[in-house]
């Protein structure tokens, strides 16, 4: 018997199949011919769905695959526009923007199949990225015990990837191939899994707004920072490329970008709120301060919307309450330590940028605890930032931060910018369940350092929007640092409640 050799050509590859009889080859030919019509028929990435937001007031990208040279139409509310599929089978779309609608809206795409997406309505669109401190779910904070006439709110919707929204399926292997995903209208049945800051972010600009509120998850356990750069991003200074013993599968660079940051491009977005570190700290914290600025800026690029707001959070105190009043780069046997005020040093980097801001985590650490529970008061920081530099509130977004020092004579007087109404003492809301300044008796956090550069803690008091600092062991203070340790505990805020950034004034590197 002859054999005969079938070529079908799929998706640019050439499938040959040997029939060695004729009722064989008839049914190849139709499953092959069934599994090309699939393919051919138009499709969307997961991100366009029921019950999705809309970036409301700019113009929409909407985008797909489809048969090569397919005619594809998209409809929502009163716009419609068509386009054709290029050779590669690709097709995209830029609607105009929708005019408000208080109903839901469909959007229909049609080719040689038709898709349609119901409840489909327009609002504000954040994507909230990072490791554990943001996947952390709300059933896990320490405020998530919320009734569910507060937690129910149809017009707060999440969009999650598959297995990064049940917290006990994380596998490594699911997070390495997983792309698939949804949108969630929050409920009392669906929040327990949704991101706690960017929940606790979204429905403080849903109060203060009354606006719906779209939020796209992107999070990963385990995943440094160099895993959610682009390969371009990475390519633009070799000298930020991993070290040879970096770690593969999931941490390896790129990796979080091509799984779930790219497949969004180009969704219209409102901003990003960021809050990753915890896999940098140690030897990556320096390299961090290049890393992060570079990381933004790529993404915007990648957008092509311009400088969006990208606002990151400075990481929660962990460590030691006690100990030193600084603490160094590398630990008494020369090991590099975990460094985390240098990390919060390099995630204040990215204010070098236009568009963004940082919001203060230092004083809502637990001392033995990575992913600390309280993520009301780090989701609302974060709100804060947008409720001013977004929607235009007149309001304090940050806690005082350092102006500059004058010496005089054995004291050192440290000037601050935003101080609100004024400079307090102040606790953290995480052990007292609100800001209570009058809990605090004295002002903590200090040090002082002479020319020999040996810290030693400073006492001070609070004059106007300034700190007058001395210390008898510094008889001549030429630097002075605030909050340099893994877990500070610094007692300096605004009467907004908003606590002061960690700083140094000295620039000393580590070697």
Known sequence: ??????????????????????????????????????????????????????????????????????????LVGNLSKETVADSSGKWRITLRPLPSSPEPLVMVINGKNRIELHDVILGDVWICAGEANMACPLSEASQGKESDEKIADEKLRFFQYDNDCDPNKRTTEAKATQKQGHWVVCSSATASSFSAVGYYFARDLRSSHHLPIGMIQCTRDDSPIV???????????????????????????????????????????????????????????????????????????RWGEGPFPFYVVSQAGFGDEEGAAVEGYHTQDGSIARALPWLREANASALTLPFTGMAQASDLGVSDERIPPDKLDVGRRLAILARHRVYGEEIIDSGPSYRGMKIDSNKVRVEFDSAGGGLVLGGSPSKTGEFSPSLITSLKGFALAGNDHKWFPAQGRIEGNSVMLWSDAVPHPVAVRYGWKGFPNGSLYNKEGLPAAPFRSDSDQPE
Not at 25 to 46: H, K, N, Y
Not at 245 to 268: M, N, R, T, W
Not at 295 to 300: A, E, H, S
């Open 1 to 74: 018997m002859q054999a005969q050799e079938i070529g079908i050509k799929r998706s640019g590859i050439i499938y040959k199949l040997l029939c060695v009889s004729a009722p064989l080859r008839e049914f190849f030919v139709f499953f092959f011919l069934i599994g090309t019509g699939l393919q051919a028929d138009v499709s969307m990435p997961p991100i366009f769905g029921d019950h999705m937001v809309l970036q409301q007031g700019v113009t929409l990208p909407v985008w797909g695959t489809a048969s090569p040279g397919e005619r594809v139409t998209v």
């Open 227 to 301: 895993s959610w750069m682009s390969q371009r991003g990475l390519a633009m200074k070799p000298s930020i490329f991993p070290s040879p013993d970096q770690k593969e599968g999931i941490a390896a660079p790129s990796s979080c970008f091509e799984s779930l940051v790219h497949p969004l491009i180009p969704y219209a977005i409102t901003g990003v709120i960021w809050h990753q570190g915890e896999s940098d700290e140690g030897v990556n914290s320096l390299k961090y301060r290049r890393m992060l600025p570079r990381m933004i800026c790529d993404w915007r690029a």
